[in-house]
């Protein structure tokens, strides 16, 4: 339950298996799609880290959210790679953990519900505020739910590429993939269905204890463990 004291994984970074059967998502989100995401994409995310990292070995200690943090500070020849395929390794890592069969028609529970109807006005407010930033946003990224570390506000937004918001003082909560990968196979071009599909596989219990979990300990939580 208190995900943030256990011991943050290092390199070499391994890829977790998924929590659930490729097929688990269907219809909403296809086997061949979870399967190629996880497999092949996440995996050489994670592969490019390691051998980006290889030779440096004062960063073997460093969690995936150090390394994102301090990226600024890494040798100059490894910093980009670190801060792309990284920033990889920390975003899928954590969808997955997001995604759960079975969950049509749940919705947000707990202080997240509290939470959304406060900064929204409605759980369908943010769904549409959400859906709406990451079929505007231009080419490949992420769009997010985040809560404000200053004053526990929640906001929608999206970043480009696998740009994080650890260093904007924010936490994801609710994150999806807008990287063709993640869609094109099942919707091709409908970004818009893809992410209006995504609210049928959401482990809402999961997202509420990260929000739970950050008023609790009052602290900047790690977001990956
Ligand atoms: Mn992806």
Redesign the pocket.
């Known amino acids: 339950m208190i995900i943030e004291t256990k011991k943050p994984l290092t390199y070499p970074f391994v890829l977790t298996p998924l929590p659930f059967a490729y097929d688990a998502l269907e219809p909403y989100i296809d086997a061949a799609t979870m399967r190629i ?1 996880h497999d092949k ?2 995996q050489a995310y994670i592969t490019h880290l390691n051998a980006a990292l290889k030779g440096y070995p004062e960063l073997h200690d460093f969690s995936i959210e150090e390394l994102l943090r301090r990226s600024n500070e890494l040798p100059v020849t490894i910093r980009q790679t670190v801060h792309d395929q990284g920033g ?1 390794h920390f975003h ?1 890592q954590y969808f997955w953990k997001i995604l759960k069969p079975g969950a049509a028609g749940a919705k947000p529970i707990g202080a997240l519900a509290q939470a959304i109807a406060r900064d929204f006005g409605s759980v369908d407010a943010f769904k549409t505020k959400f859906v709406e930033t990451g079929t505007k946003h231009f080419a490949s990224g992420w769009v997010f739910l985040v809560v404000n570390q200053a004053d526990g506000k929640l906001e929608v937004l999206s970043r480009p590429d696998h740009d994080s918001v650890l260093l904007e003082k924010k936490t994801a909560l609710l994150i999806n ?1 807008l ?1 063709e ?2 869609y094109y196979l099942k919707y091709q071009s409908d970004r818009a269905d893809y992410l209006n599909a995504f609210w049928n596989v959401i482990n809402w219990e999961y997202v509420n204890q990260r929000l739970e979990s950050l008023h609790t300990t009052k602290e900047q939580y790690q977001l990956v463990t």
């Open positions: 995401h994409h996440h990889g899928h993939d990287w990968h993640a």
